[in-house]
């Protein structure tokens, strides 16, 4: 940061980093970029989690169409519960948008409103794993287990890391809501809430292309 | 919370849509992410439902779907991750992970003569 800029207001300084700040009554930013440490942080996370998931789906994607002649066990293809996917897939889009009106609650102070809808994701995210289990355990009782054939172990690998991610994000959420309890996490805190949603919404998106290429995109 | 807790809160969030729907350089309201939300079930139902009709869509299925997933996918980021309304090195950082993303492993994937 110049000398001009360390004299300088905070917002002015964020407008010379070509920043318009999105939230009024959020604290301005002393950083080199005017922009929060934390927030570009995660989002330098999620560009290189696109690199894992598109290795898992990748991966996924080749093993599907390989092995066909002389594999052993049913092909993931042939398990599939399109109806119950599809309503575990609305389930986790759905809890996008009740994570985004716990951090609009949140900006605006309403507090009660703000943990109801965090722990609302939490049980959205919560069902969508309970789902995720029970697509696991049937495809197991029906002889797919994570070795079973190629096809398997990268179904399992890619849907598990997901379903891994999932469970991570509803800790995260359910700590917020504990914070929010214990009055830690006050209006002028809400970015803590914003970058958990960042990390969340990620995992939706995540899931959209999963449904797509993995469940819908017929092999 | 008490009641005048709640009425406070009831008129900060009548300020903030209307100043979110005026000024446009906030996030949007409640409603914009209950309407974003419509759209994105929507979206799945077709996409659902063109699974069923695979048949008659023929050659259409795929690019249908990746269309519809497309479009879910940047109404996301845009809307709920909030790219539309925040910084541009926000969505610089995301995209670059993204394009390198999808270009290493469309590479790898023609490699393999998946196509």
């Known amino acids: 940061m110049s000398v001009s800029e360390q004299t300088a207001p905070p917002e002015v300084v964020a407008d010379r980093a070509d920043h318009v700040p999105h939230d009024a009554a959020a604290p301005a930013h002393h950083t080199s970029t005017g922009l929060s440490n934390e927030k570009l942080g995660m989002w330098l996370f999620l560009g290189s989690e696109c690199l894992l998931f598109g290795g898992l789906i990748s991966a996924f994607l080749l093993y599907r169409s390989k092995d066909v002649e002389g594999m052993v066990g049913p092909a993931v293809g042939d398990l599939y519960d399109i109806p119950f996917t599809s309503v575990s897939s609305f389930v986790l889009l759905m809890s996008s948008l009740t994570m985004v009106l716990s951090l609009s609650a949140i900006q605006r102070a309403d507090h009660r409103r703000a943990r109801t809808w965090l722990l609302t994701t939490a049980m959205l995210g919560a069902t969508f794993i309970a789902g995720q289990v029970y697509e696991f355990t049937s495809f197991v009782r029906e002889g797919l287990g994570y070795t079973t054939n190629l096809q398997s172990s990268a179904f399992y690998t890619l849907t598990g890391f997901h379903g891994v991610h999932v469970t991570i994000g509803i800790l995260m959420l359910v700590s917020l809501f504990v914070m929010s309890l214990r009055g830690r996490l006050p209006a002028e805190r809400s970015e803590t809430v914003e970058i958990v949603g960042l990390y969340w919404h990620f995992v939706d998106i995540i899931w959209i292309i999963i449904f797509t290429l993995v469940y819908l995109i017929p092999a | ?115």
Do not use: C
């Open chain 2, 1 to 115: 919370m008490s009641v005048s807790d709640e009425t406070l809160a009831r008129e900060a969030q009548a300020e903030h849509d209307a100043q979110t729907e005026h000024e446009g350089h906030d996030h949007p309201s409640d409603r914009s992410y209950v309407g974003i939300a419509l759209i994105l079930a929507v979206l799945t139902a077709l996409e659902v439902a063109s699974f069923y009709v695979e048949d008659q869509l023929g050659a259409l299925l795929v690019p249908a779907l990746v269309i519809m997933m497309i479009v879910k996918f940047v109404l996301v980021v845009a809307w709920f991750m909030h790219l539309r309304f925040d910084s541009n090195l926000f969505t610089r950082v995301f995209v670059s992970g993204l394009v390198l993303a999808v270009g290493v492993y469309a590479a790898t994937l023609t490699t393999f003569r998946f196509w």
